[in-house]
């Protein structure tokens, strides 16, 4: 059941502007004056103290002078870039609330109602759903459809326990101040993420509302570029989740090459009637433990030095393992494993000296000198971790 609508006047700032709609513009002469017209009109019929700002990013087709033109207020963005204009807009929005949404004619701004209800409700983001609300033959390339979006919106979902099904939806409103504090940066078109993740990050009050997609009404063709800016999106989101990045995918493939090592340090295994497995798995075994437990160990050192930075929130979690895992530790455990695989190394030398250093059984050698050098190369990188661990402790 949704929340009753209180009294507009009860969200109108010191200025007496309740909402701003923002529209991030460039080059847009083409369907600038609809859109500012169509947010004049929701304004006028839904009785909202609000203002039309286009923030500009260096248009030449005579976008402002439109615009100014139409009654809409003009800020001009000294950066190029979708985030940037839409970052320059919110810094200078004078209503509490803002809703924004390109200026391409591809969205309705006469039907803003959803969002300024949620808004009202308490919501901090409100995010425009397009699947939810439709989307028009022609309004979204195949591959934006059916990959891109419902693929990114996945990652988004799984990586930050977000609930929103629609990451990048270019109509969403929010409260201006509670995006502000978020502390935003990105000046491409990977912004649309950064807004969610941030906002998911900092737990805010983030929902979805049906909207429709249209065929923008341009004549040219749009800023946005396919796989640049995808790649933009999934780098963004990797980058900011480093258990997805490094500690699962290393954990998985430690307990890989654990086991297979486990499994052939004693002997062949043979799996079917034809099938032996020996001492070349037993080295994709022992590749295996090298690659996870550094991806892991990045996994560790990533998500201590963002808590550090203050770019991702202090995990409890990471925070106890941080405090239980000394520099003396983690060094302690790496002088056992040296020690151990230093003792192998040297009863395999102590083998070959007692044959007058001539010819050894191949898999037996083999095997101890694999599972021998993978210890000391373990010691030694866990060593190396737990400096770095420490160094990233030390205060400037």
């Known amino acids: ?10 969200f109108e700032s010191q200025n007496g502007i309740e909402l701003t709609i923002l529209m991030p513009c460039l080059n847009e002469a083409e369907t600038l004056a609809i859109c500012i017209d169509k947010a004049r009109q929701f304004l006028d019929r839904a009785s909202i103290v609000g203002e039309v700002l ?3 990013n260096g248009s030449t087709d005579g976008s402002i002078e439109i615009a100014e033109s139409q009654g809409a207020r003009v800020v001009h963005v000294p950066t190029r870039g979708y985030g940037a204009a839409i970052l320059h807009g919110i810094d200078n929005a004078l209503g509490d609330f803002v809703i924004v949404g390109d200026s391409d004619d591809s969205y309705d701004f006469s039907r803003l109602d959803p969002f300024v209800a949620e808004l009202r409700a308490g919501h901090d983001l409100v995010m425009g759903n397009r699947f939810l609300g439709g989307i028009e033959p022609g309004a979204m390339p195949f591959l934006h459809r059916y990959l891109g979006n419902p693929v990114l919106s996945f990652l988004g979902r799984l990586f930050f326990s977000s609930g929103i099904r629609d990451f ?7 409260r201006r101040t509670a995006i502000q504090e978020l502390g935003l940066k990105a000046t491409g078109m990977e912004f649309a993420s950064e807004m969610v993740v941030r906002a998911s990050l900092k737990r805010l009050r983030v929902t979805e509302v049906p909207t429709t997609l249209s065929p923008d009404g341009r004549s040219r063709p749009p800023h946005l570029r396919t796989w640049r800016d995808g790649w933009r999106h999934l780098r ?3 980058l900011n989740s480093p258990k997805w990045l490094f500690i699962y995918p290393g954990a998985a493939i430690l307990a890989f ?20 497995i ?35 929130p202090v ?14 530790r983690m060094l302690l455990f790496s002088g056992v494993l040296i020690l151990i695989g230093s003792v192998g190394l040297g009863y395999a030398v102590w083998t070959w000296a ?13 095997r101890m000198l694999t599972v021998s050098c993978t210890l000391v190369a373990l010691g030694l990188q866990f060593a190396f971790t737990a400096f770095l661990w420490a160094l990233i402790d030390i205060e400037a």
């Not at 090459?257 to 032996?276: C, D, K, W």
């Open 1 to 10: 059941m949704k929340d009753s609508v209180p009294d507009p006047s009860r």
């Open 54 to 56: 286009v923030a500009d």
């Open 168 to 174: 990048h939806c270019g109509l969403r409103g929010f």
């Open 236 to 238: 963004y989101l990797l």
């Open 257 to 276: 090459g654990s086991l297979l090592t486990g499994v052939l340090v004693q002997g062949p295994v043979h799996i079917l009637p034809n099938v032996t």
């Open 278 to 312: 020996d001492t070349h798995s037993l080295i994709v075994g022992c590749m295996a433990m090298l690659v996870g437990s550094s991806c892991m160990s990045f996994g560790l050192i990533a998500r201590s030095f963002a808590m550090e930075r203050g770019f991702l």
């Open 315 to 328: 995990n409890p979690r990471v925070a106890r393992i941080r405090a239980a895992v000394s520099l003396e």
């Open 354 to 366: 007692a044959a007058n250093f001539g010819p050894l059984t191949y898999n037996s050698m083999v």
